[in-house]
């Protein structure tokens, strides 16, 4: 027992490079500890040594990530400031300990305040501008912008802690000066009222990603309901209304305007043919913002290994989520099962092709060891102790892998500047038997 957990501790020395007389010093205070062990009774030795290692690795990682930022893919705090606050900021405690606060207190619903964001060395985080599906066809584009405008003005609030920011290059410098870098996406295409217009206006707010679906088609986007064949997908194909499995010409028309514009495309959420035909005609990198790996659990929501394997040659990368639901397939989950996910996607795509996405304040039900912002560093410091995790493997998944993504995805943008505007509209086909509420003959 003891000689194995000496080489598990010896192999994370070589994984991380750290200055091999820590690692010795480590090694040796491990087996003193262990031998204590055999005096005190094994349960209390064995807790002794792993939090000694533990704090150890946990050093290493705050280095890492003093180097790279810690990017998380999706946060949906916005929603819950509608939810709780109808965004209505001035006596948001956002820099208190929110777990101990109002409608925040013993709420399985948040997990995110400054002060654990700030233990959790988060140093990017996209924030959800998430609205309803049962939105779609009404107000819709208002409530984004509503949603938008609260994630903006919640950024403005905290200078300090919080920078705007809508490139890679941006992320790296709000990171430098000791910031949260802070990133806008929009979850879902029924945001759009399927209108390009939409899209480049979001654009022009700050929106760096969109999600093409969210729990409901859009006319144009199948979403991973589809895929399930039930809820309201299933009552739409009931009444015999058109739905869409994958994209339509129009949905094709949204990526290549996305391309454009520089927008990263989001596929957690679409359906199996939305993510191959998306991957299909893309010109950049695609991102999947929390999302995991079917093969680990059989949910919709997840993203089957042939897709993983399109996704490596499209240079994309899959944020993993942290909702028990999407990691176990039940009620339960724990670190590990995040682990295993992440280690399954680097086995079949690789490792340049994962991140992390935890999908906090928009989930009930969390892995033990993450509960909440606070707890990235434990993740990466667990998965230290795997020697195949080097330490720029580390900083891939925490933060590298996404920059690049938004590189080669504002390079597409750049390569592209003498194309112009997309001004197609969507087509009758696309919209039959669906109303939205419009001024007519414009
Ligand atoms: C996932 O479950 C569906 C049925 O719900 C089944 O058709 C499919 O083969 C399963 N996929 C895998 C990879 O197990």
């Excluded at 819709?140 to 994630?151: F, G, M, R, W």
């Excluded at 790296?172 to 480049?200: M, N, P, Q, T």
């Excluded at 897709?307 to 240079?315: D, I, M």
């Amino acid at each position: 027992m003891t000689s194995v957990r000496v080489s598990v501790c010896c192999a994370g020395a070589a994984g991380l490079e750290l200055d091999c007389r820590q690692w010795v010093a480590m090694c040796g205070l491990l087996v003193v500890t262990a031998a204590l062990g055999v005096g005190v009774g094994v349960p209390l030795a064995l807790e002794l040594r792993s939090s000694r290692l533990l704090e150890a690795r946990l050093q290493v990682v705050r280095r890492l990530l003093r180097e790279v930022p810690l990017i998380d893919g999706h946060n949906d705090l916005p929603w819950n400031l509608r939810r709780y606050l109808h965004n209505q900021l001035r006596d948001f405690p956002f820099s208190e300990d929110l777990s101990r606060k109002g409608p925040w207190a013993g709420n399985r619903w948040t997990h995110t305040d400054l002060q654990r964001l700030r233990r959790g060395m988060v140093g990017a985080q996209f924030w959800s501008a998430y609205v309803p599906c049962g939105s779609q066809y009404l107000d819709s584009v208002q409530l984004t912008l509503e949603q938008i405008d609260v994630i903006r003005r919640l950024v403005d609030k905290y200078p300090a802690h919080m920078q705007l920011v809508t490139s890679a290059q941006g992320i790296e410098d709000a990171h430098r000066a000791g910031k949260v870098a802070s990133l806008i996406g929009v979850e879902g295409g029924h945001s759009l009222g399927s209108s390009l217009a939409v899209l480049r206006m979001f654009y022009q707010l700050g929106a760096r990603y969109m999600t093409l679906t969210h729990t409901c088609n859009t006319p144009w986007a199948g979403s991973s309901l589809a895929d399930d064949a039930r809820g309201d997908v299933g009552r739409e194909l009931a009444a015999g209304i058109q739905e869409p499995n994958g994209l339509t010409a129009f949905g094709k028309l949204v990526i290549r305007e996305m391309n454009r514009l520089g927008m990263m495309v989001d596929l957690s959420h679409a359906s199996v043919q939305t993510m191959v035909d998306a991957l299909a005609v893309t010109h950049a990198p695609v991102i999947f913002s929390h999302s995991s790996a079917l093969a680990l659990c059989n949910s919709s929501r997840n993203v089957p290994d042939h897709v993983l394997q399109s996704l490596a040659l499209n240079g994309g990368i899959v944020m993993v989520s942290f909702y028990n639901n999407f990691l176990s397939c039940s009620d339960t989950a724990t670190l590990h099962d995040v682990i295993a996910h992440i280690n399954h996607i680097r086995k079949v795509a690789g490792v340049n092709h994962v991140g992390l996405g935890a999908g906090f304040d928009g989930i009930n039900l969390t892995p033990t060891g993450l509960e909440d912002v606070s707890r990235y560093p434990l993740l990466l410091a667990e998965l230290a102790r795997d020697r195949r995790w080097s330490s720029t493997d580390l900083k891939k998944l925490a933060g590298a892998n996404l920059v690049r993504v938004f590189r080669e995805t504002e390079k597409v943008r750049d390569d592209w500047s003498d194309r112009t505007p997309t001004e197609d509209w969507i087509s009758m086909e696309d919209l039959d038997g669906k109303t939205y509420c419009r001024y007519p003959g414009t």
